[in-house]
């Protein structure tokens, strides 16, 4: 073959198109087994082990809704029992303080003038804004616009939660919200406690009216200060007895001390309660703790989280003045803060709840689950009182073994109720057994545990008096593998548990109602959170 035939094979290849003939559609065939793994259970035309059809999702669950009773009828000797409650009015109140839902006051506000001024105290004693609930904007706006107008609401106002701020609102929007705000809250003067903590959404104008109020007891609001108002005028509160500041900036460090000392001076002493919440900041120092230590002579709560160079001295210099009256310790244990051990501190013979944030020493080997040892669990001072201990490990879900909590739960007094192991997680249904016949009186309880076929052979979870459980697993499981799945294992566990009111898993809280057929039947039913408050398990994370 010479080179005018390898030229004409090339010319050949060249002219062949690989677009000849009518344009071809993909076969899509990726959604046609789709429909058919999804058709198997109705056609029986595909049989597969591996991958069964997912049963349609239940209705979401509703909270209990219990009827009035029947009236007696007309040819009954007496009148109908819930006509009485409109003859004697001193019984309406003791009724009514049994709603808890706003939507419900709206309503009995309609009844009469006189449920109307109950039903008007209850709806305003507590308002709050809070961005996981539905509409946040539309409900600020909405709720600012009507008290500015109306003063007599303020004047009702005992606690204000804040937690959402419109910030991207501009121009003559963002200009009237502001003195909606601000004249609204000139006009509460029965507050007693007040929740800021949007950042960067105080000003100066709005802070300096917030510290003219006279009855403030309760403030917790964001430590973004620089530019936004002044953190001496934390000094000037009349009445501040319980201070929570959320990420303190240098600004709010160079003035802690001060305002700290200026409280002090007041006639009826110094702070009740002090939390100060960073995100692995070192701006707050044992140095600090040490110089204010001695104008915290009235301290009942403490905490310290995230604040990388607190040390066991800095809280030691605290306790050694306070340490008699202590009731609260929330501490965040580092590995080199040394306050794993606090047997050394001063009695706390008031101390009534201990929070601890443990984090494990990072290690070579990450292969293997680390197994908690008894060197890795804190080392409790002597507190008598204690009745609720929080203990959380960050960064890491450690292994929680029998002989290890067997020999820490010596230090615990059988009198504590409320119990709270988040991350360190339980593998065998002896350990949690352990728990809970090694203390009798418990009625909250939180734990992590491997796997949910570990709870129900445990007869010590039937017999116990809990009121609140909640439990997280760190394993899946076919028995928790969709929401309506958990909650028929949830549903399980309350029928064992005969004092059970509240349980949960995750994210999923429910309230635990029971009925008497008239057959005798006891009925267990699992309902929606319907309470305006947060359940246990979240307010056990927030301690």
């Known amino acids: 073959m010479d080179e005018s035939d390898l030229h004409a094979i ?224 934390l000094g000037t509160f009349s009445s501040l007895e319980d201070l929570r500041i959320m990420m303190p900036d240098p600004h709010m460090k160079s003035k802690l001390v001060g305002l700290v000392t200026a409280l002090d001076e007041r006639e009826q002493g110094g702070l009740k309660g002090l939390d100060i919440i960073c995100q692995s900041s070192s701006l707050i120092d044992d140095t600090i703790l040490t110089v204010m230590a001695p104008r915290l002579r009235n301290l009942r709560r403490l905490t310290f989280w995230g604040c990388t160079r607190v040390t066991r001295d800095g809280i030691y210099s605290i306790l050694n ?21 606090l047997t050394s501190s001063t009695p706390l013979p008031q101390l009534q709840t201990f929070s601890l944030s443990i984090t494990i020493p990072h290690r070579e080997s990450t292969s293997a689950v680390h197994t908690l040892s008894l060197f890795d669990l804190p080392a409790l001072p002597v507190c008598p009182s204690l009745s609720a201990l929080h203990l959380t490990i960050s960064g890491s879900k450690p292994l929680l073994p029998l002989e290890t909590w067997i020999t820490f739960q010596s230090q615990l007094p059988e009198n504590l109720r409320k119990l709270s192991l988040v991350n360190l997680v339980i593998t065998s249904p002896e350990t949690l057994s352990t728990v809970l016949e090694s203390l009798p009186n418990l009625e909250e309880l939180y734990i992590t545990a491997t796997h949910p076929s570990i709870m129900l052979p445990i007869p010590a979870l039937s017999a116990s008096s809990l009121r609140i459980f909640h439990v997280n697993f ?44 008239d057959d005798g039947e006891r009925i267990v039913k699992l309902c929606r959170w319907s309470r305006t408050f947060l359940p246990g398990y979240f307010q056990v994370w927030r301690a």
């Not at 959404?201 to 403030?216: A, D, G």
């Open 321 to 341: 003045e306070v340490g008699p009256n202590i009731q609260e310790l929330s501490l965040d244990a580092l590995p080199h803060s040394s306050l794993l051990d």
């Open 10 to 233: 090339d010319a050949q290849l060249r002219a062949i198109r690989v677009d000849d003939g009518p344009p071809r559609k993909p076969l899509l065939l990726d959604k046609m087994f789709m429909r058919a793994i999804q058709w198997s259970g109705s056609s029986k035309m595909y049989q597969s082990d591996e991958s069964s059809t997912p049963p349609p999702p239940s209705p979401p669950r509703q909270p209990e809704i219990y009827p009035l009773p029947l009236g007696i009828p007309e040819q009954s000797y007496g009148p109908s029992p819930l006509s009485m409650l409109f003859r004697y009015e001193e019984l309406i109140p003791l009724v009514l303080e049994n709603f808890d839902k706003p939507s419900d006051w709206a309503k009995l506000c309609r009844v009469s003038k006189g449920w109307c001024g109950i039903g008007r105290k209850r709806l305003y004693e507590h308002v709050w804004v809070r961005p996981w609930e539905d509409g946040p904007h539309v409900k600020l706006v909405r709720l600012f616009e009507t008290l500015h107008r109306r003063p007599e609401l303020c004047r009702l106002i005992r606690r204000l939660d804040v937690r959402f701020f419109p910030l991207a609102t501009r121009g003559e929007e963002r200009s009237d919200l502001d003195d909606h705000v601000q004249l609204a809250m000139s006009n509460m003067c029965n507050l007693e406690s007040l929740i800021w903590t949007r950042d960067k959404s105080l000003n100066p104008t709005l802070f300096e009216t917030i510290s003219h109020l006279p009855r403030v007891q309760s403030l917790e609001i964001s430590g973004h200060s620089y530019r936004y108002y002044d953190p001496s005028l």
């Open 474 to 517: 760190t394993l899946s499981s076919a028995s928790i593998s969709s929401r309506g799945a958990v909650a028929q294992y949830l549903h399980s566990l309350a029928e064992k548990m005969e004092q059970i009111e509240q349980i949960g898993s995750a994210n999923m809280v429910f309230e635990v109602h029971r009925r008497m057929e």
